[in-house]
């Protein structure tokens, strides 16, 4: 059964940074895509940033762009969003995903973690 925790959430100032991690279990292989997504307060959920876990390149979604970046732990099952640069609205609860092995990246993740959140005061 594959699980996902996320850690790595808080509070900062605006201009500050963050580091959310999230390490997956029960894969058999490593070949899967994962992501992170944000939902702030009274908004849909929005899609930050997925890679490829086995050879993949990260793309990262516009509002974010040039401010947060992935990197990978493959060894720990790990991937990492670095955020810098943070503003008031990157405020909200930030979730990895993944999806079933060797399927290829989309916007439909099959498996969330349960959420870390993301307070940024201006």
């Known amino acids: 059964q594959v699980q996902l925790v996320e850690s790595g959430g808080g509070s900062v100032q605006a201009g500050g940074s963050l580091t959310l991690s999230c390490r997956t279990s029960?894969?058999?292989?490593?070949?899967?895509?994962m992501g992170w997504f944000r939902q702030a307060p009274g908004k849909e959920r929005e899609w930050v940033a997925s890679t490829y876990i086995e050879g993949g390149s990260a793309r990262i979604a516009d509002p974010v762009k040039g401010r947060f970046t992935l990197s990978q732990d493959n060894a720990k099952n790990m991937l990492h969003l670095r955020m810098t640069s943070l503003k008031p609205e990157d405020t909200a609860m930030y979730y990895c995903a993944a999806g079933r092995e060797f399927d290829e990246c989309s916007p439909d993740f099959a498996y969330w973690g349960q959420g870390t959140q993301v307070t940024v005061s201006s």
């Open positions: 029960g894969y058999k292989f490593g070949s899967y895509c």
